[in-house]
């Protein structure tokens, strides 16, 4: 079976960090690009960050930018995502997912994880 499992959600202050991971299974993990997602209350699912198959390109949105750093290990079938200097409209689940493509829309992710809850204090 197909399993993508984020993990490392918590609570944490303003300005702090958090190291998300994804761990994936039951597909060739190598040759998908793998995103970062996340969905606050009310809010539509958007993409923060994306990383390429095997080159190391990557994306991040304006709003992550310079925050947020994203990396794999193919060997370990693992995708990262260092949070750094946190605020509260961080807050949300914080999903990953796999596309064939390099691809920003959610519609474009063929398998996608269960969610990791990150809350940012005041």
């Known amino acids: 079976d197909v399993q993508l499992q984020a993990s490392g959600g918590g609570l944490v202050q303003a300005g702090g960090s958090l190291r998300l991971s994804c761990a994936a299974s039951?597909?060739?993990?190598?040759?998908?690009?793998i995103a970062w997602f996340r969905q606050a209350p009310g809010k539509e699912r958007e993409i923060i960050s994306l990383?390429?198959?095997?080159?190391?390109?990557?994306y991040y949105d304006d709003s992550v930018k310079g925050r947020f750093t994203i990396s794999r290990d193919n060997a370990k079938n693992m995708v990262y995502l260092q949070m750094n200097s946190l605020k509260p409209e961080d807050t949300a689940v914080y999903y990953c997912?796999?596309?064939?493509?390099?691809?920003?829309?959610?519609?474009?992710?063929?398998?996608w994880g269960q969610g990791t809850l990150v809350t940012v204090s005041s």
């Open positions: 990383i390429s198959r095997n080159d190391g390109n990557t």
């Open positions: 997912a796999a596309s064939w493509l390099w691809a920003v829309a959610a519609a474009n992710y063929n398998y």
């Open positions: 039951g597909f060739t993990f190598a040759h998908y690009a």
